[in-house]
């Protein structure tokens, strides 16, 4: 079965951002209320920082490896 969850780190990240923003917008259409949500925002909120702590540490790593090459 196929999934609507974006496999890629970068596509899943736009994904949820789109998705928790609808949801926060929309939640009597949804039928939610603000509680509903509490759990989910806290967990895309930890996911937001997380994935940008590692996109910043692979873009240091990368920056090593090309000082490293310029050396050698």
Not at 1 to 8: D, I, T, V
Not at 10 to 21: G, I, Y
Not at 41 to 57: D, E, H, M, P
């Amino acid at each position: 079965m196929p999934s609507y969850l974006p496999a890629s780190d970068p596509d899943f990240d736009a994904w949820q951002a789109n998705f928790m923003s609808y949801a926060n917008s929309h939640l009597a259409a949804l039928g939610l209320t603000p509680g509903d949500l509490l759990s989910a925002n806290s967990l895309a909120l930890a996911w937001t920082g997380r994935f940008t702590a590692n996109l910043a540490a692979r873009a240091a790593a990368r920056r090593r490896r090309s000082r490293i090459r310029v050396r050698d």
